[in-house]
């Protein structure tokens, strides 16, 4: 008997726009130990699907309008809620989207680990404390003793992450449920999460729905693949199958939009002033985790210049401190050292003094749903930076925000929702608008396509090399996928533990590394099967 048995589901969102369908009809089974991948755009219904299953799904508007979903012969559909709370986290666990807004704020991350062990297995808390430290240092955190202690505002975005999937692993359940699990982590720690992955089903039988945006990743860690589109099924069978000879125009359009190429070098020409000069670097920060209070160094004397019209690409794993350098630069954490924009020093200036770069100046922050204001709609989002400015007034604020709407692929329909109706990949597309409402001369962008879909990734790519353009736009662009920054970075900085260990031409870092740590890194790159 198959361990998982869905049937012609289907589910329905009751909205003010009327009837959405999230889910039409799909249908797919699970055997014991193995593993199913579901790919698709965003907004295609894959985490819909998987938060039926639970019974997670916010109703209403969400009505579950027909079908089955048996795990071990119970309707999972059908269940009452003690059931239901029985099964998550024990034989059931689910690896969510967004850590930041999964994981409680008022626990430290220990206490949230060994919960599961302690309501589900009756395990005593020494027990499960000394089960949790062991899987926080699997999950790759270091010194997982003292992060024991920590809070998850403490951890950087794919440290949170790691936190989320040692939650779901720490009880060992039949069936796990990743949705986007190594979304936020470098390629390093995504290795070492996709082996603990492939270890667990060898040694446990533990069976995997994988839900991912990236292609490479489903290749290797799963073996069939189910395909959705606009919540129905596209195309189904073995992963390698499917990736290698697809029968869906839908699957061969998501396959031609994964980065492959590498970007053109410029010409070289006259030396510039750089727009951006960061010169011996430095952020500390005082951690009082575990009772006790030290210095821990995020920077340790960081230089790079970056110029007018350039894209900067900067590499590390998650905690070297890459988002740290970008705030920094916005003057958004104390620093020390020399940060130089336009010929002008900026770091450490107070509120007042800072305002005129502020727009001049943007961020795209790791987590859309963090930086949106919840009780904004995306059009009151959009307007506020167009009016602020004087870059729009209330004759022609709406046509410039239906614009920005265009550039980065969202419907106008959607102009009037709010942030916590759409998707993650569509809440970061509304982050990267409102960063370009003000048409700034420089963006950091931490992280702006780790949420998005391949086909919304690919555009949002195209559409931030014809803003360089197009618009003199200069990015600093930090990103833990490397396929990504070697097709649209002119050079590439990398990170480790603070310092920065190398520093070139995109084509020279990708093939001619120097540092050791880059090479290790290159060789952590998941790769499509030859044969597509």
């Not at 289907?10 to 039409?24: L, N, S």
């Not at 979304?183 to 089903?201: F, H, M, S, Y």
């Not at 410029?266 to 030396?271: C, I, K, N, Y």
């Amino acid at each position: 008997m198959a361990l998982l048995e869905v049937e012609n589901l289907c589910i329905a969102f009751h909205t003010r726009q009327g009837v959405v369908r999230a889910v039409d009809g799909v249908s797919f089974h699970l055997e014991p130990g193995e593993s199913l991948g579901i790919v698709g755009e965003s907004g295609s219904g894959k985490s819909v699907l998987c938060l039926s299953l639970l019974g997670l799904l916010p109703s209403p508007p969400a009505r579950i309008e027909g079908g089955a979903a048996r795990f071990r012969g119970e309707d999972l559909l059908a269940l009452p809620q003690r059931r239901l709370r029985a099964l998550r986290g024990d034989r059931i666990a689910m690896v969510f989207q967004d850590p930041m807004t999964s994981l409680n704020p008022f626990l430290t991350v220990g206490e949230q680990l060994i919960e599961p062990l302690l309501y589900h297995r009756g395990m005593d808390r020494r027990a499960a404390r000394a089960r949790a430290v062991e899987l926080l240092g699997e999950v790759g955190i270091a010194e997982p003793e003292r992060r024991f202690h920590a809070y998850p505002h403490q951890f950087s975005g794919g440290m949170r992450q790691r936190v989320m999937i040692a939650m779901a692993l720490i009880a060992e359940p039949d069936l796990l449920i990743c949705d986007e699990p190594t979304t936020a982590l470098d390629v390093t720690v995504q290795a070492q999460i996709l082996a603990l992955l492939r270890d667990l089903r060898a040694r446990r039988g533990v069976a995997l729905i994988f839900v991912t945006h990236d292609l490479a990743v489903a290749a290797e860690v799963t073996d069939r693949l189910l395909v959705m589109r606009d919540g129905r099924t596209e195309e189904q069978g073995p992963t390698r199958a499917v990736l290698a000879r697809p029968r869906a125009a839908y699957t061969r359009q998501l396959l031609a939009a994964v980065p492959r190429s590498a970007k053109a070098p410029a010409p070289p020409d006259a030396p510039a002033e750089p727009l951006l000069a960061i010169a011996d670097l430095r952020v500390r920060y005082r951690d009082r985790t575990a009772g006790r209070r030290r210095w821990v160094e995020a920077l340790r004397g960081v230089s790079l210049e970056v110029k007018s019209r350039e894209i900067v690409g900067l590499v590390g794993e998650s905690g070297s401190g890459k988002s740290t350098l970008g705030r920094a630069v916005l003057n958004l954490v104390p620093a020390t050292g020399s940060v130089r924009f336009a010929g002008t020093e900026i770091l450490g200036l107070d509120a007042r003094r800072m305002r005129p770069f502020r727009r001049r100046l943007q961020m795209i922050f790791q987590d859309p749903y963090a930086s949106l204001d919840p009780r904004m709609t995306v059009y009151e989002a959009l307007a506020e930076p167009l009016l602020l400015h004087g870059l729009a007034d209330r004759r022609t604020v709406a046509r410039e925000v239906l614009a920005l709407m265009d550039d980065v692929g969202l419907a106008r329909r959607w102009v009037r929702k709010y942030p916590h109706e759409f998707s993650g990949g569509q809440r970061q597309r509304i982050a990267i608008a409102r960063a370009l409402a003000v048409r700034p001369e420089l963006v950091v962008a931490d992280e702006p396509v780790s949420a998005l879909d391949v086909t919304i990734q690919a555009q949002i790519l195209e559409l931030l090399l014809d803003l360089v353009a197009r618009r003199a736009l200069t990015l600093l662009f930090i990103s833990h996928d490397l396929g990504v920054v070697r097709y649209l970075a002119d050079r590439i900085a990398v990170l480790y533990r603070g310092e920065l260990v190398e520093e070139g031409p995109a084509a020279q870092v990708w093939s001619t590394p120097r540092a050791e740590y880059t090479r290790r890194l290159l060789a952590a790159v998941p790769h499509l099967p030859e044969a597509i």
